[in-house]
């Protein structure tokens, strides 16, 4: 009975323990199996040897590697920027008292509730050149010639694909800026206008500097998942045309399906650094800017 | 004049983000012709038959209670786990509470696709693939780290009062949190249960890979399998795709209400 009572009364100090329980089951123990495998030429059939760091030295001889590599980049230093300064465009337009706010905002966030994958079929509907939906709305208003295979062509299917992603998740990216114009006090306001500050003052001095957990959050998840983006890539153009949009995990998951399991794991690894490394380096340069209030 | 110029702005940003909206609905309404847009309009046929035929077709109702299964499921474990989880990391700072919130900290920063070959041989041997059960355990623990931190985040707002008062009355810290603390997270559970939730409904990369078999297919798994079987037949992906993403609206607008004031205390403050 004492017993029972003791881990009654004690049952608070490990209400964190089945969370990382089964984190650590699905999640960690996977990870640090996969840093095992990478070091292997698994390829899921045969029994695998050990190769050091072979796959690795693979992946930076390979072309394809090298293309997707310059594919993702590029994608997120596209996508990212955009997605902070438009989104937090929105939010400064529509911080502010209206009717309607409610829906508005509900239908700005709406796009980022469909799946990436839906979204990229949406998308190439629309786009799919002569006959796509877009090509009518112009065959409406007599400007077939503005019409093009963006998708098909290896010069603009990334740009489409990034615009694509930027107008689905730009929502996502708005609510956190005005989750955090809202945690800003009035009387800050007040004061800077007293003070005789102008519109662009006060967001270059007041508003930006007392954005910046939004800021953090915002470009922290948009790195990742930009870095790590496949479904909208696999729903417009496949990768194609060539390899000119594959990205990075659409090489690891098609390795994976070509049974190069050890490599497939190399190359994921050499992700995540590629994903951590400009996460760390954004946290600790902008670490000093940070504002308590 | 510059309100009238504000209100076509906001006009023109909600009408711009329902584009994809339109589409869809335009298109789930077409009839079926062999040349698509003969006589295009912007106004779509209504024709609802698309819908019971996309429904069978593409055998979406089981799709969709999958979806169901997983997603409440995973939901359900994301909810009790993590905010229990935060209340300890929050009110309870000894290193075991701390090493567990740093340790969902840094993996907050890895894409779950860089685990997939280990976890298929996990889901292998524990006999997991094609089942529901493993994957709402994935799909939960992969939402684990950010619903953790959010949970904490929010919980350190709140004052310790709340559960005072509780433990004075006899509570034990244990049952003061579900009994009290438990009921001031709505904020941040709507906001955890709008983001993870719609995260594992649309979820693509880890069902494509653990859930193979047909019985078990998920909304996007079904949608997609459409496409590429019926490329050619728009107007019933289009219908599939509107059945599948019904579910998903309705949670998101029941949920929202609290959804900027739980990403506010529980993301950007803390």
């Known amino acids: 009975?004492?017993?029972?009572?003791?881990?009654?009364?004690?049952?608070?100090?490990?209400?964190?323990?089945?969370?990382?329980?089964?984190?650590?089951?699905?999640?960690?123990?996977?990870?640090?199996?996969?840093?095992?495998?990478?070091?292997?030429?698994?390829?899921?059939?045969?029994?695998?040897?050990?190769?050091?760091?072979?796959?690795?030295?693979?992946?930076?001889?390979?072309?394809?590697?090298?293309?997707?590599?310059?594919?993702?980049?590029?994608?997120?230093?596209?996508?990212?920027?955009?997605?902070?300064?438009?989104?937090?465009?929105?939010?400064?337009?529509?911080?502010?008292?209206?009717?309607?706010?409610?829906?508005?905002?509900?239908?700005?966030?709406?796009?980022?509730?469909?799946?990436?994958?839906?979204?990229?079929?949406?998308?190439?509907?629309?786009?799919?050149?002569?006959?796509?939906?877009?090509?009518?709305?112009?065959?409406?208003?007599?400007?077939?010639?503005?019409?093009?295979?963006?998708?098909?062509?290896?010069?603009t299917a990334l740009k489409v694909i990034i615009l694509v992603n930027v107008w689905q998740f730009v929502g996502m990216t708005m609510i956190i800026y005005l989750a955090g114009l809202q945690s800003i006090p009035q009387e800050i306001y007040e004061a800077s206008r007293i003070d005789g500050a102008g519109y662009y003052t006060t967001l270059r001095y007041i508003t930006l500097p007392l954005l910046y957990p939004s800021i953090q959050i915002n470009v922290v998840t948009n790195i990742i998942g930009s870095l790590s983006v496949f479904e909208v890539i696999i729903a417009l153009t496949e990768g194609g045309p060539g390899y000119s949009t594959e990205s990075l995990s659409i090489y690891i998951l098609r390795m994976l399906y070509g049974s190069f399991t050890g490599y497939s794991t190399a190359v994921a690894l050499i992700l995540f650094v590629m994903i951590i490394v400009p996460v760390l380096l954004f946290l600790k340069l902008t670490r000093k800017h940070e504002i308590e209030m | 004049?510059?309100?009238?110029?504000?209100?076509?702005?906001?006009?023109?940003?909600?009408?711009?983000?329902?584009?994809?909206?339109?589409?869809?609905?335009?298109?789930?309404?077409?009839?079926?012709?062999?040349?698509?847009?003969?006589?295009?309009?912007?106004?779509?046929?209504?024709?609802?038959?698309?819908?019971?035929?996309?429904?069978?077709?593409?055998?979406?109702?089981?799709?969709?209670?999958?979806?169901?299964?997983?997603?409440?499921?995973?939901?359900?474990?994301?909810?009790?786990?993590?905010?229990?989880?935060?209340?300890?990391?929050?009110?309870?700072?000894?290193?075991?509470?701390?090493?567990?919130?740093?340790?969902?900290?840094?993996?907050?920063?890895?894409?779950?696709?860089i685990i997939t070959v280990p976890l298929y041989s996990l889901m292998k041997t524990i006999g997991g693939i094609n089942t529901h059960w493993a994957m709402v355990l994935l799909t939960a623990s992969t939402s684990l780290p950010f619903a953790v931190f959010l949970y904490t985040n929010f919980i350190r707002t709140l004052p310790k009062e709340i559960e005072e008062s509780a433990i004075i009355d006899g509570c034990t810290y244990f049952s003061a949190f579900w009994r009290v603390t438990f009921h001031f997270l709505k904020p941040v559970t709507s906001a955890v249960i709008i983001l993870t939730g719609l995260g594992i409904w649309n979820n693509y990369g880890q069902a494509v890979f653990f859930l193979q078999s047909q019985e078990m297919q998920t909304v996007p798994l079904a949608v997609s399998m459409f496409f590429q079987k019926y490329g050619a037949q728009w107007n019933l992906m289009a219908a599939a795709a509107m059945i599948g993403l019904g579910p998903a609206v309705i949670a998101f607008l029941i949920f929202q209400r609290y959804f900027i004031k739980g990403i506010t205390a529980g993301a950007l403050k803390g």
């Open chain 1, 1 to 155: 009975m004492f017993l029972l009572h003791k881990l009654n009364t004690n049952l608070h100090r490990v209400m964190a323990i089945p969370a990382i329980v089964l984190f650590a089951l699905f999640f960690i123990y996977p990870l640090t199996q996969g840093i095992g495998i990478s070091l292997t030429d698994s390829n899921g059939v045969t029994a695998p040897s050990f190769v050091g760091f072979q796959n690795f030295i693979d992946f930076f001889q390979d072309d394809r590697a090298k293309t997707d590599v310059y594919n993702t980049v590029f994608f997120a230093l596209g996508s990212a920027p955009l997605l902070n300064i438009l989104g937090l465009m929105y939010a400064l337009l529509l911080d502010r008292p209206y009717r309607g706010k409610g829906i508005v905002r509900a239908i700005v966030y709406l796009p980022a509730v469909i799946s990436p994958l839906i979204m990229g079929y949406i998308w190439y509907f629309i786009l799919q050149p002569q006959r796509g939906f877009l090509y009518h709305v112009f065959d409406l208003f007599h400007l077939q010639a503005m019409d093009g295979n963006w998708l098909g062509d290896s010069s």
């Open chain 2, 1 to 113: 004049m510059k309100k009238v110029s504000w209100y076509t702005f906001v006009i023109l940003i909600s009408l711009v983000s329902l584009v994809p909206f339109y589409v869809l609905l335009f298109l789930s309404l077409k009839s079926p012709t062999l040349t698509f847009f003969e006589g295009f309009s912007p106004l779509p046929d209504f024709r609802f038959l698309n819908f019971s035929e996309a429904w069978v077709s593409a055998q979406i109702g089981r799709a969709i209670i999958n979806s169901f299964i997983i997603t409440i499921g995973a939901v359900l474990i994301i909810v009790f786990f993590s905010s229990s989880a935060g209340y300890a990391i929050a009110r309870f700072s000894n290193r075991m509470n701390k090493i567990i919130f740093y340790t969902f900290l840094v993996c907050m920063m890895i894409p779950a696709i």
